[in-house]
T-cell receptor, first 114, second 115 residues
Framework: KAGVTQTPRYLIKTRGQQVTLSCSPI?????VSWYQQTPGQGLQFLFE???????NKGNFPGRFSGRQFSNSRSEMNVSTLELGDSALYLC?????????????FGSGTRLTVV | GENVEQHPSTLSVQEGDSAVIKCTYS??????FPWYKQELGKRPQLIID?????GEKKDQRIAVTLNKTAKHFSLHITETQPEDSAVYFC??????????????FGQGTTLQVKP
């Protein structure tokens, strides 16, 4: 079956702009989590959605937001981009409510802010 | 706050040797501990995981051990091969209903296996 699909793979934006990233989970997976990966901070949790509800949010400013649709696809949005937002954004999907089923990560969207 | 410390940050071994990566977590309610392998330019891939009610788990050349009392868990790779070269991340799932879907990751270990 298809894995977790993230689009686009690469993105270059200018400071102050906004960006929307998309994540399609594995079919049947209802939980989608988002992470920011940078060389300095590693993998940091952004938020998690289950059945269209945000259940958990990490320590990121309000410029970072997301949503989940009825088909479990998820989007994250970053407004008023800053240079420090340059990172690899990864989404991961999980089968059930309980994380013990494990995550499957997508290949990520590489965002560069100039 | 919730934290996972991972050591060492880099590890170089000869092919055929064993490699051990250690992690310590801060939240005693953590109940699930996965390990991910990330090759350059690729996505993190789950290689093994362990739940808090188990002390050890093995899958071919890979094993993970968990010491809940000490809040330590470790990854052991035996008979290393050049294709094991990658960045390895440990993670912990903090317990509690407020932490659904969340993993706290260690900073990663770059493993180099020299032929």
């Amino acid at each position: 079956k298809a894995g977790v699909t993230q689009t686009p793979r690469y993105l270059i934006k200018t400071r102050g702009q906004q960006v929307t990233l998309s994540c399609s989970p594995i079919s049947g997976h209802r939980s989608v989590s988002w992470y920011q990966q940078t060389p300095g901070q590693g993998l940091q949790f952004l938020f998690e959605y289950f059945s269209e509800t945000q259940r958990n949010k990490g320590n990121f400013p309000g410029r970072f937001s997301g949503r989940q649709f009825s088909n479990s696809r998820s989007e994250m949005n970053v407004s008023t981009l800053e240079l420090g937002d340059s990172a690899l954004y990864l989404c991961a999907s999980s089968l059930g409510e309980d994380l013990h089923y494990g995550y499957t990560f997508g290949s990520g969207t590489r965002l560069t802010v100039v | 706050g919730e934290n996972v410390e991972q050591h060492p940050s880099t590890l170089s071994v000869q092919e055929g040797d064993s490699a051990v990566i250690k992690c310590t977590y801060s939240d005693s309610a953590s109940n699930y501990f996965p390990w991910y392998k990330q090759e350059l330019g690729k996505r993190p891939q789950l290689i093994i995981d362990i739940r808090s009610n188990v002390g050890e788990k093995k899958d071919q050349r890979i094993a993970v051990t968990l010491n809940k009392t000490a809040k330590h868990f470790s990854l052991h790779i035996t008979e290393t091969q050049p294709e094991d070269s990658a960045v390895y991340f440990c993670a912990a799932h903090p317990g509690g209903s407020s932490n659904t879907g969340k993993l706290i990751f260690g900073q990663g270990t770059t493993l180099q296996v020299k032929p």
